[in-house]
């Protein structure tokens, strides 16, 4: 066994588990830190409005990107099920169509990002006032969208072997990358949110470029080979029954939160800025708990793949009981420094103000993601994601939207943190149908 793998299938699940999770989570931090940097260089040594054009585009730049991270979702499960039976030579064909589909993938979000950005940004209200740097912003980052989905789809497939680290160590480099770019861009040559996308793009270069080295020098079963890259007929349909509802799901979310982000444009550039201030800081909270949720993902692959689904069972137990715990601890430390935290993105009393508004409501209730994150995780791990989107799709965004067009429109409750009620609303009653559906799943496979 390399290095820089972990057998998921056998010994004591905990150590193993947090020994996936903390490099994901130290790789999240530091891409959270730096995508931080972003908006602190921005709206400090831009203005108010250049936050707002950068935090405006997140939730259209979540629905398109999440759909192909859906499909790098069924990649990771694919090969953690063949690594987990000893199919060698299956995960090596995986490893290949892998890359072939990231690389499709990423030159139609070009094409889709670059054509209909500032449609997009049109029909979810975006501030006229910001339209123009939004718009500018968006059709720079969709440039560089294939280096973002090769590095994301090799990453995953590392993560299904239980390598961590190496992405860790690359997202280090890419993120210095990044920040100093930044700084040169913004404050030396005054290219306001250009810098900042442009800077974006080349450090996801650097990434891709990383990953497909390390893949290329990977031992047996998870080398790349660039006179193998094909698409594999056997092996497509695994990775589109397991990732294509992940996509779908993906956007379903993101969609919900265009809504919202809709809602919350309506209320002008400063509210728009703390919004997308708060959604920062919150990045900190749900990256930890998530890094939980894609490790119950890998360690259910290999042990579906192993059979052994006591061992399953048991995983779920212990990932949502540690999910729950730093949800809990992170949630409300984060909430505590809020204002602190936030006065790093702006010196605006309204924006940070506004941020804390919805701070108040999201961080305190937080844990309930998590738990609902490791669910459907543990759920597309043993093979199943079709009863996730669904799932996903009534009890999480058909409650937002809902929540959105019926409750939120009247008078007394239209007001900017009522906004964000919808969430926790969702996150409960999404969890309590995913639970009983992995309950019913596991029934089922054990017969």
């Known amino acids: 066994m390399s290095r820089h793998q972990i ?3 056998s010994g004591a699940i905990f150590p193993k588990l947090v020994k996936f999770s903390v490099p994901l989570i130290l790789s999240s931090v530091l891409q959270l830190l730096f995508n931080a940097a972003d908006v602190i260089v921005v709206g400090r040594y831009a203005g108010d409005n250049s936050l707002a054009a950068v935090g405006s585009t997140s939730s259209m730049v979540n629905l398109l990107v999440n759909f192909f991270l859906g499909l790098g979702i069924g990649c990771n499960v ?36 670059i054509a209909f950005s500032k449609q997009i940004l049109i029909l979810m209200a975006s501030p006229e006032d910001v339209l123009p740097l939004s718009t500018l912003y968006l059709k720079i980052f969709f440039g560089g969208t294939t280096a973002t989905l090769v590095y ?17 160590y690359i997202l280090l480099i890419a993120g210095l990358i990044n920040v100093v770019l930044n700084l040169i861009f913004v404050i030396c040559f005054h290219m306001d949110v250009a810098g900042v996308a442009f800077a974006t793009v080349l450090s996801q270069v650097f990434s ?15 080398r790349l080979d660039f006179r193998r890259l094909r698409i594999d007929r056997e092996i497509l349909p695994r990775i589109i029954k397991i990732g294509l509802p992940a996509g779908f799901q993906g956007m ?26 708060a959604q ?17 993902l890998t360690f259910a692959g290999q042990n579906m793949g192993a059979h052994k689904f006591d061992r399953i069972k048991q995983l779920v137990v212990i990932a949502e009981l540690v999910v729950t715990v730093v949800g809990f601890v992170l949630g409300f430390t984060a909430l505590f420094l809020g204002r602190t935290l936030l006065g790093f993105y702006s010196e605006s009393a309204g924006v940070v103000d506004a941020g804390m508004l919805r701070l108040n409501v999201i961080l305190f209730t937080y844990f309930t993601c998590g738990m609902m994150d490791c669910m459907a995780s543990a759920i597309r791990g043993v093979g199943h ?35 964000f009620y ?3 609303i969702s996150w409960v009653v999404t969890f309590i149908f995913l639970t009983v559906s992995f309950l019913w799943i596991m029934k089922n496979i054990e017969k």
Do not use: W
Request: hydrophobic content about 50%; aromatic content about 12%; charged content about 10%.
């Open 152 to 168: 994301n789809f090799g990453a995953a497939l590392l993560r299904a072997k239980g390598d961590t680290k190496r992405p860790l």
């Open 280 to 296: 920062s800081i919150e990045g900190f909270v749900y990256i930890s708990m998530n890094s939980f949720a894609q490790g119950t």
């Open 7 to 9: 057998d998921m299938t």
């Open 78 to 113: 694919v090969a953690a099920n063949f690594l987990g039976a000893g199919q060698k030579n299956y995960v090596n064909r995986t490893v290949h169509t892998t890359m072939v589909l990231s690389v499709i993938g990423g030159i139609l979000l070009t094409l889709v990002g």
């Open 422 to 424: 919808s969430y926790p």
């Open 252 to 277: 379903l979310f993101s969609f919900s939160n265009m809504i919202i982000q809709s809602s919350v444009n309506s209320f002008g550039a400063v509210m728009v800025a703390g919004n997308a201030a």
């Open 208 to 222: 891709a470029l990383s990953v497909v080295y390390i893949l290329c020098h990977e031992d047996e079963e998870f």
């Open 385 to 419: 994601s079709v009863m996730p989107m669904i799932v996903t799709l009534v009890g999480a965004c058909g409650l937002r939207m809902v929540y959105i067009f019926t409750f939120f429109q009247i008078p007394r409750f239209h007001a900017f943190q009522s906004i």
